[in-house]
C-alpha cells in the first residue's frame, strides 16, 4: 500500500473541494483555453479480442480514483497542482480508446494510473487542459467506443453483504456507449473517495474495488430512497454528450449504509 502520509494528502485535498459531492465548483472560463481541463482514460480495447464490459468499467472508475488518491498528490508538485487545478474546474473526463497493442504501450510512460481487471484494463492519467493533452492521447479514437452489456449484467442489482467494496449503479435507460459510461463512473468513483471518510478509504485500499451494475432509472431512484441522503453520491450530467443535461447517469453507494 501507497504512503499512508501522502495518501492522506491526497484524499483531503480531494475531499476539501469535492467533499460534500454536491457543491461542485465551477472554475471554467470559456475566454480562457487554459480553464478547460480533463482527466483523459485510455481504455484498452484490441482489435482482436473485446474485453467485458463491467471489468473494463470498474477498471475505469478504479483508474480514475486512484489517480486521485496517489501518495505523489502528497509529495510531488507536479501531480498536486495537476489535480488543484482540475478540482477547481469541471470535472471533465474524455475517455479514448487504444486499438493497438503499440498505442496501449506508448501511454504508459504518460503519468497515471493503470488497472487491470480480469483481461480488461484502463489508464487514466493526471488531468490538463484540453487543448494541450499529450499527442500519444490525443490521436486515440474518443467516438465508436463500446461494448454491449451482458444478460448478467443487465440484471445486476444494487448493494449486497460487501461492507467495504462501494457499488456504482449506471442508468441504463440513457443507452450510455463504454466510453462515456467509462467517464461516468470515473466521476462517481472520484466522488465517493471524497465523501468518505480517510479511515474508510485506507481501509478500501487495501483491496480497492468497486462492483459495476446497469440498473434501469426507476430502480436507480428507489435505491437512492433506501440508503437515504448521506450515504451516496450521484453524478449529474452536464449535458455535452450523449445524454440531456441534468441526467442523472450514475451513482455510488456507500458499502456500510444501513438500508431501510
Avoid at 484524499?11 to 483555453?33: C, F, I, M, T
Avoid at 482540475?86 to 486499438?99: E, S
Avoid at 462517481?188 to 468518505?196: P, T, V, Y
Wanted: charged letters at 25%; one cysteine or more; a negative charge.
Amino acid at each position: 500500500m501507497e504512503s499512508a502520509a501522502g495518501v492522506r494528502n491526497a484524499h483531503s485535498l480531494l475531499a476539501s473541494v469535492l467533499g460534500d459531492g454536491v457543491n461542485q465548483p465551477d472554475g471554467e472560463d470559456p475566454r480562457d483555453p487554459n480553464t478547460v481541463q480533463a482527466m483523459p482514460i485510455v481504455l484498452n480495447m484490441p482489435k482482436s479480442s473485446s474485453p467485458r464490459r463491467r471489468d473494463l468499467l470498474e477498471a475505469a472508475a478504479l483508474a480514475s480514483a486512484l489517480v486521485c488518491l496517489d501518495s505523489r498528490v502528497g509529495s510531488d508538485g507536479a501531480w498536486r497542482e495537476s489535480l488543484s487545478r482540475w478540482y477547481g474546474a469541471r470535472i471533465r473526463k474524455i475517455a479514448r480508446r487504444a486499438r493497438t497493442s503499440g498505442q496501449w504501450s506508448k501511454v504508459q510512460s504518460i503519468p497515471g494510473v493503470t488497472v487491470t481487471i480480469g483481461e480488461s484494463s484502463a489508464r487514466a492519467f493526471l488531468p490538463g487542459p484540453v487543448r494541450d493533452v499529450d499527442p500519444r492521447i490525443g490521436k486515440l479514437q474518443i467516438s465508436g467506443t463500446d461494448l454491449p452489456r451482458e444478460d448478467a449484467e443487465q440484471t445486476g442489482r444494487i448493494g449486497g453483504s460487501d461492507p467495504v467494496h462501494p457499488t456504482i449503479a449506471l442508468n441504463e435507460d440513457l443507452e450510455m456507449s463504454v466510453g462515456k459510461a467509462a467517464a461516468q463512473v470515473g466521476h462517481a468513483a472520484m466522488l465517493w473517495a471524497a465523501h468518505a471518510s480517510f479511515p474508510t478509504v485506507e481501509r478500501w485500499l487495501h483491496e480497492p474495488r468497486f462492483t459495476i451494475v446497469e440498473v434501469s432509472g426507476s430502480e436507480l431512484e428507489a435505491a437512492a430512497r433506501r440508503y437515504g441522503a448521506g450515504h451516496y453520491v450521484e453524478v449529474v450530467d452536464a449535458g455535452f454528450t450523449e445524454v440531456a443535461p441534468g441526467s442523472r447517469t450514475a451513482v455510488a453507494f456507500d458499502p456500510d449504509a444501513p438500508i431501510s
